[in-house]
């Protein structure tokens, strides 16, 4: 079978790969000039940033994904990542004892949520690998039994726990991430804390960027064909087979391009369910500020809450200072929160040698192979058409705007919304 797979994400590239060792003949079309997706990085001013994912919380996961299509997960050199977050005062390591022995009187409590929480986890776990259980696997693994609690939300499942509100708010925080109120999150989120207790959380040696880079390696020696900076418009379909990508003939199509922006842009829908789609609510892509530092001892993560969630990841000779924000928000507002985000002296704790500082930012009105271009703004955006970036001027207080920047991958250079500034201040 001849199957177009559009866009080269760690998605496609996975689903490219098995395909092809299952014999067919597998083509990537990916938009950018370079597969990875959110999950790619880049080279800016000698240094090099991971553009979305910061840590690799389901390892048993991924070790099985990657056993599917022939790859061995030690080839990323996982590193663990022991001292891992804080949100205020509140310190997680991996080690569970450290953490409960720094959460005070509420470790107790914390010690039996991630246990309990942990005892779930284990127990749905082998579900994840079946790719459509039937009610015999599903009670076999105790799902029935745990549906109420798969039903409930990540609110009430936390208050349910007695915890405090500040360790709430420190496990919680993943939900803030993606832009998510802790009453809309699932229950599964409460898993967590126990994925990072129990299975730990790791970075790649080389960074994310790595898993992307690996993936696509290996897509290749299997078979798999990539063409890059081929962003496809249509998928053709009639009778209801699909027929072609563009005027590219296959049998079967993945897209690797998010639903609603796949059924919205490359199929012909009636526009009664084009409506639809574009009322579906999406997940904030967020603002991101690149920056080179030096950095002293403290946890790899930050988050910070005040009115909204500010997030500063820390890597060697790296920082990345992340915020979601409202995808309606204009321009204007921002620049604004992106600024109001670097003025304030709390992330600068603990660094050292504060340079370089590259901005993202979205706009409306591109289309939507672009609007996947730049790593962690995949935005999904229907409502607002799709998204480009744009020069921003954070000059007001990080100093005078140096030049501008560019790298090396020509073709989005002129949309990415890169500046460098002096940190002066
Ligand atoms: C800021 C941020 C932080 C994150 N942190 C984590 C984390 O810590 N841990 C974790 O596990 N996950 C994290 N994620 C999520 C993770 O990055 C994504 O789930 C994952 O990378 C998605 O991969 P994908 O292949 O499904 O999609 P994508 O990476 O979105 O890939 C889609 C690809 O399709 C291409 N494409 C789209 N439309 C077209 C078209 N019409 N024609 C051709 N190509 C097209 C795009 O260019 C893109 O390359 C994070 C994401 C973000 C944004």
Redesign the pocket.
Known sequence: MKVAI?????????AATRLAIHGHRVQI????DD??????GFEAGGAWFD????????RPGLEWAFEKIGLDISALRLTKVEDFYNVGSIHIYLDLQRTVEGLGDAGRAYEKFVNHMNMIRTRLEPLLRISHPNVLELARHGALSAAPFLLRSLGSVLKRSGLPRDVIDAIAIWTH?AGQTIDSAPSVMAFVPALIHCVGAFVPKNG?RAI?QLLADNARQQGVEIHCS????KIVIRSSRVLAVDDIECDAVI????GI??YD??VEVRNRIRKKLRTMPLQS??L?AYLTAKSENGPYLRFRLNRGLQLRVTSPGTVRM?MPFDRNASEEQQSAELQRMLDNPWWREGLSERDASLSRQHESGDD??D???W????SQSVDQGTVSRRRIDASRTMGQLLRDFRDSRRRLAARRSCCRFNLTT
């Open positions: 559009i866009g080269g994400g760690v998605g496609g590239l996975a079309f990916e938009a950018r597969v990875g997706g959110l999950a790619s553009g979305g994912p910061y840590i690799v919380l389901d991430v994310m992307p081929k962003a496809i418009r897209s690797n391009y998010n922006g796949t842009q490359l892509p967020g991101c992340i939507a192979a609007d996947a271009a790593p962690a703004a995949a």
